[in-house]
């Protein structure tokens, strides 16, 4: 409240206990495939749900091909988002696809969703010559102009108040589209994430803060990392919407990511979803969880599979088969694979495009700084195979 509000007064010493506020969790669908009684249900029709679906299961075949291709020394980093598929792939099929899309790095699921082909994925995996980035970013930091996929940075949370400030720009163009910004329970912590959320709410932008709460940043669990009942409460300190979802539940993510997406882009107000997961891989390529968490914990989250569940729903609506699956993980394996082959043969960009892009015409010390690098690439040519053939000489 602004001191001209009017206020409600009390004349004892009342405090509002934080340990008292519990914001429940919206579910709709069980393990089974059935859903609660009573459960307010999308309405998800045939042809979305399989689009959806399909989505989920490549983006988990995806994940575990580029992992292997990691270990086999193929790829240099890689970032699985193994068990939050509901979430990532759900929200995007809440929107629509001209909404923008300001993610973390865990979100591969909503470019799947949205087409970014396997050889996209690929060239920025392997920093060829087709890459958007031209290898100017470490693996998975993709982007993609076409989709609304605002660029992957490494600093957490940056990508925050961005999308508070993104979400203004659409209201101020009376587009009637939103902004999406994706992020861990441990971003959350960034002062980032707080100033974000004032401006959204002061400035009653159409902005989604969609929060993938999967119970660790990398080693800390989140029980370590804030006291109090997560992140969905902290939106009720702005005066914001706020709602908290079961994010291994499609239909819970879907339904709730369509209001969300109402109140933002009807009514110009700023909503946070806190979607309830479990990181069920390591955090990346360069981690191993089993120094912090048990077999045991994983095993209950493996039970809770996104990807099963919405298999057990659609069979039980005889909109999929065992066949039917069967044939769509073996096709995208095989395609996963023949596309990473392709990709790694094509060659590494130019050198010279690290200069070039940003300025018209590059400035001199950064010519100076390329023919030094030239230089010692000439000096040094085995130790740069794939860029020593890739530069022009002078
Ligand atoms: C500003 C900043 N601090 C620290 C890091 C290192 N870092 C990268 S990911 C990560 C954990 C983030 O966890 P969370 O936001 O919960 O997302 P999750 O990885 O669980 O999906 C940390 C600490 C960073 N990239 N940027």
């Known amino acids: 409240m602004s001191t001209d509000t009017k206020e409600r007064a009390v004349h004892a010493p009342q405090f509002i206990r934080g340990d008292e506020l519990q914001i429940p969790t919206y579910k709709v669908l069980k393990q089974d495939g059935t859903t609660y009684k009573g459960a307010t249900l999308p309405d998800l029709d045939k ?59 865990r979100e591969q699921g909503a470019l799947v969703y949205r087409g970014f082909t396997l050889d996209e994925f690929m060239n920025q995996l392997f920093s060829n010559e087709l890459d958007y980035g031209k290898g100017r970013q470490m693996p998975i930091h993709y982007g993609s102009a076409k989709l609304h996929y605002m660029t992957i940075s490494s600093p957490l949370a940056t990508q925050i108040p961005q999308a508070t ?121 360069s981690d191993d969880p089993s120094g912090y968490r048990s077999k045991k914990e994983e095993e209950k989250w493996r039970n809770k599979d996104p990807l099963l569940r919405m298999k057990h729903w659609l069979q039980a609506k005889n909109w999929w088969s065992d066949d039917e699956d069967a044939a769509l993980f073996e096709a995208d394996r095989r395609e996963v694979l023949a596309t990473m082959k392709e990709a790694e043969k094509r060659p590494a960009p130019v050198i010279e495009e690290m200069i070039t892009d940003v300025y018209d015409t590059p400035p001199a010390h950064l010519k100076e700084q390329l023919e030094g690098l030239k230089a010692h690439v000439r000096l040094y040519p085995e130790a740069y195979p794939a860029t020593s053939g890739r530069m022009n000489n002078g």
């Open 165 to 285: 400030g993104y979400a203004y720009g659409q209201k101020l163009a009376g587009d009637k589209k939103c902004t999406v910004a994706v992020f861990g329970e441990g971003a959350a912590s960034e002062g980032d994430f707080h100033a974000a959320l004032n401006m959204a709410s002061v400035l009653k932008t159409p902005t989604i803060f969609l929060c993938r709460n999967n119970g660790y940043a990398i080693s800390t669990p989140a029980s370590e990392q804030f006291a109090g009942d997560g992140i969905a409460p902290r939106a009720l300190g702005y005066g914001m919407h706020t709602i908290r979802v079961d994010g291994n539940d499609i239909l819970a993510v879907y339904s709730a990511m369509t209001e969300a997406r109402c109140i933002a882009v009807e009514q110009n107000e700023p909503v946070l979803v806190e979607a309830m997961s479990y990181r069920l891989a390591a955090h990346s390529s």
């Open 47 to 105: 042809d979305t749900a399989l689009r959806i679906y399909r989505a989920m299961v490549r983006t988990r075949v995806l994940d575990e091909r580029m992992l292997a291709a990691q270990r086999q020394g193929r790829l240099s980093f890689y970032m699985q988002s193994t068990g939050e598929e509901a979430t990532t792939v759900g929200f995007a099929a809440a929107l629509d696809d001209e909404d923008m899309i300001m993610a973390q790095y």
